[in-house]
């Protein structure tokens, strides 16, 4: 069996094959945290995401994830998850429930920042989902936004006294 260690590097390289970093992760963190914690800064995002990305449950996620959409690139699946897989069809949903096993790592914070992240698709998760390269990140881009998630969900459950509620204090 692989050390952790491994499945963790192993997990890095692929990302990084793939055309995503810690920091791009990181950046998602920030966009969705900052304004609950004003004062944050990418540094303490980068810290929780490769915390996030030490467990090996989610090198397991992404692992899995990231060979499916290699598999659907050399169009080696069976018909008709091929053609599912290939076009992203939005009835399939698998993929948003691979990314579930890493949100839920950190609670419900960590859910709706997913859904969040997944319905405004911002930097990284935007490029993932264009398809750019010719590409398919069917799985990817929802993993890179669960990742972002929960590391964004394990700094506010770690941090409370610096979380504020934006949009209750913007009234005041």
Do not use: W
């Amino acid at each position: 069996m692989e050390s952790t260690k491994d499945l963790e590097k192993y997990t890095y390289d692929l990302l990084a094959e793939r055309g995503v970093t810690l920091e791009d992760i990181a950046e998602l963190v920030l966009y969705v945290q900052k304004p609950y914690m004003p004062n944050l800064k990418i540094e303490e995002c980068r810290e929780h995401v490769a915390s996030v990305l030490s467990k090996r449950e989610v090198h397991n996620a992404i692992i899995t994830g990231i060979e499916i959409d290699k598999l659907t690139e050399q169009n080696k699946l069976s018909q008709p998850l091929q053609r599912i897989v290939a076009n992203d069809e939005s009835l399939y949903g698998i993929d948003e429930i691979l990314a579930f096993s890493i949100v839920n790592l950190y609670g419900s914070i960590g859910f709706t920042n997913y859904g969040y992240l997944d319905k405004v698709k911002p930097g990284i998760i935007k490029k993932l989902d264009s398809k750019e390269g010719g590409h398919c990140n069917t799985f990817l881009d929802d993993l890179v936004g669960a990742v972002a998630a929960a590391a964004a969900g394990k700094l506010a459950h770690n941090e409370p006294h610096r979380v504020r509620h934006a949009l209750a204090e913007e009234k005041e």
